[in-house]
């Protein structure tokens, strides 16, 4: 080898005997260092974990029970910050045949050629092998990150990875104890503005991906917990919004006139609300506050009540249609830009533009 293998790191929970195979693929061919985490198996499979033991510079570390992929790999990251810190990264691999040597070399590389970057060993989900579960479930993903980040991310599931070191404390301390860890180490990306480099590698489906413990159900809900927290702050916003707006149109209609109480309600509304709204955000959802996400929350909601309030106005001028409701219209629509706008420019915590390129 021409160059320093990066360490790799191994989640494991019931493996067979593919994962001794590439464990000592991998020491034959690159000679790294190897850490595998036995994610609390049962003792069936003490052997296999007990012949990775015997292999050189293959060190397998135990959770007493089950706790999920991402703890699994928080436990191996942190081995690695108190042992190999002086290293470029680390390289994340999946135990169950997936991954191949050949491509664990490739994403390696990469990390190697860009230390400073988050490598992710993409697949191709047009070749006709792919489950539809595996299809359907990055479709979707891939789909609606793209929508509320801005980034095109081709496998946002991929477990073949190259973790830059400097991005590994970070890691530590994000949130996710399964497979919700991998999307939010992306999301965290976007935070700390880290570039996301993509290498593609064979596809690999075994047996239709039945060795797989991603649950579709409980494990997309817990992916995308991300998304519902921010659509639950908009929603209680939205509540305290509507109900004031009915309140102070009933104040005000008799005093004012119709469309001057539409006017003034809407406005009145939305800076109450949009209080609590910019709270929610940035204590629940996007995690950071300052004075100048302050500025530019109150620029965005500035510009949203303004045609909130003219929008619901012009609507019941032309429809002649009741104000309460034309309101639910035109703030669902204007709900639509809100995540991406917050989340890119809003809450915006670096000022490096993070962005994905293909090797």
Not at 65 to 75: E, I, P, S, V, Y
Not at 84 to 99: K, P, R, Y
Not at 150 to 170: A, E
């Amino acid at each position: 080898m021409q160059y320093h293998f990066p360490v790799i790191l191994i989640p494991a929970l019931s493996p067979d005997d593919r994962l001794i195979y590439l464990v000592k693929e991998l020491k034959s061919k690159f000679n790294p260092h190897i850490i595998v985490v036995n994610d609390g198996s049962d003792a069936q499979y003490n052997g296999i974990f007990q012949n990775l033991r015997q292999v050189e510079r293959c060190t397998v570390l135990e959770h007493p029970h089950n706790l999920g992929k991402g703890m699994a790999l928080k436990t191996g990251i942190s081995y690695f910050l108190k042992n190999f810190s002086n290293s470029a990264g680390l390289v994340t691999a999946d135990c169950d045949g997936q991954h191949t040597p050949k491509d664990i070399d490739q994403v390696a590389r990469a990390l190697m050629a860009s230390p400073d970057n988050l490598i992710l060993g993409v697949r191709n989900f047009s070749e006709e092998n792919i489950p539809f579960r595996s299809r359907f479930g990055n479709t979707l993903t891939r789909s609606i990150f793209k929508y509320l980040t801005g980034l095109s991310i081709t496998d946002t599931q991929t477990g073949l990875r190259g973790i830059p070191v400097s991005y590994m404390k970070f890691l530590l301390n994000l949130s996710g104890a399964r497979f919700e860890y991998e999307l939010n180490m992306l999301l965290g990306c976007k935070q700390q503005g880290i570039d996301i480099k993509e290498t593609q590698i064979e596809t690999i489906y075994l047996d239709k991906n039945s060795s797989s413990h991603f649950n579709p159900l409980v494990d997309s809900i817990k992916i995308y917990f991300v998304f519902f927290k921010f659509l639950s702050s908009s929603l209680i916003s939205f509540v305290v919004d509507y109900g004031l707006f009915v309140l102070f149109i009933f104040l005000l209609e008799h005093r004012i006139g119709t469309s001057a109480a539409v006017l003034w309600a809407g406005i009145i509304s939305r800076v109450i609300s949009s209080i609590v709204n910019y709270i929610l955000n940035a204590k629940t959802v996007f995690k950071h506050s300052s004075a100048r996400s302050v500025v530019r929350y109150y620029i965005l909601s500035g510009i949203q009540m303004i045609v909130s309030a003219y929008g619901v106005t012009f609507l019941q001028d032309a429809f002649h249609g009741g104000a309460s409701i034309l309101k639910i219209v035109v703030d669902l629509l204007l709900s639509f830009s809100s995540f991406k706008i917050q989340n890119e420019w809003v809450f915006e915590k670096t000022k490096k533009r993070q962005k994905v390129s293909e090797s």
